[in-house]
């Protein structure tokens, strides 16, 4: 196990301390209280008289019931006595369907099971990450022991979206380091040639100077793509809306690259619903939604592919689709396909900033829609936008 694991077991073990001392104290005193002494309190409350010791219980599982870690109460014969909310929720158990059931039935995992074993055998608390097979979770699992009375107190914590947040975050450096590399690259490479003596032959250092001032303007556009995502993201889209026709607009947009279109033999069709009321909207940052996912389009469509683009509307929305017979998008890349700089592997080396789908998203969701993709591998995507439309 590398010293990151052991830094985050660390990490979340002392966090869970505090709950875990706690509700095991507690839950021994409540056990323990009756051999201590015999004399009760009575308290009326509704009708319904309550021991000291059933008050204890009573707070003790509201404190649980509020806390986000999965929270169970193990007795004799690893039987469940008590599941908080969030361990419900976590392994998906209606509250009457636990009782009398099993640690092993309830949590449905060998290595959870195990290290209640374990815990059991030793006497000793136990703690572990453990990923389910089942569930495909990262959980933070740790049993500490009841005071001498056979009971055990299990608390799991539940990382899962924690390690997707920390994945998306690594991808995106890699992303960015992997973006910028290229073109810088390119122009040290050009640049060191003209340094050695190209620069000497008019005709060579003409074409460097061309290709370095192409890179440039790939950084300059990635560097410019982020600053808006960021903008976005921070503030929101701040220009004013106006009502566009969204027939017209889509046909601009068409048109601007119907040669891109053309010069790879794609077919591109366009069906507007007559009649379609007017979307009340910032026309650029929508133009520039159509034209990453069209651009989109005609760069991952074969030769001869056809691309299909429709509006209409959908209740008090307009519905937007743009369909090509592309490549297609591998089913497990489609949860990540609107991350920043997020590229499916055989995309990788292509052009872009891969902020465009990212962007779109913030713009469509400023405008109060939404945006989507469905997409068969080898058989094309087709991605879907909608606006709100005029009462």
Known sequence: MNMDIWLLILTVFLSSAVILYVAAYLFGYRLTRKERSNKYSGHIQSGTIFTDDKIASIAIKRALSEIDDGVLIISENNKVSYMNNAAMKLFDILPDKWD????????????????LKKSVNTGEPQLSLIR?????????????????????????????????IEQIRKDLVSNIAHEFRTPIASIRLLAETLLQGAVNDPSVSADFLRKMDIESIKLQQMTDDLNQL???????????????????????????????????????????????????????????????LLHNAIKYSGPDGQITIKAVKDGNTLLVSIADTGIGIFAEELPRIFERFYKVDKSRNTEGSGLGLAISKHIIASHGGKIWVESVEGKGSTFYFTLPLPA
Do not use: W
């Not at 933070?140 to 299990?154: A, I, R, T």
């Not at 009340?280 to 990453?292: H, Q, R, T, W, Y």
């Open 100 to 115: 009398g059931q099993t640690f092993i039935e309830v949590v449905r995992d060998h290595e959870c099971d195990a290290l």
């Open 132 to 164: 389910t097979h089942q569930m495909k979770q990262l959980l933070h699992v740790s049993v500490l022991p009841g005071e001498g009375n056979g009971s055990y107190v299990v608390i799991i914590k539940d990382l899962t979206e924690r390690q997707r």
């Open 230 to 292: 960021s903008v976005i993201e921070s503030d929101g889209l701040t220009a004013e809306k106006g009502v566009v026709d969204i027939g017209r607009l889509i046909g601009q947009t068409v048109e601007r690259l119907r040669a891109q279109a053309n010069r790879k033999g794609l077919s591109i069709n366009v069906s507007i619903e007559p009649g379609m009321p007017a979307p009340v909207i910032d026309k650029a940052a929508i133009e520039s939604v159509l034209m990453n």
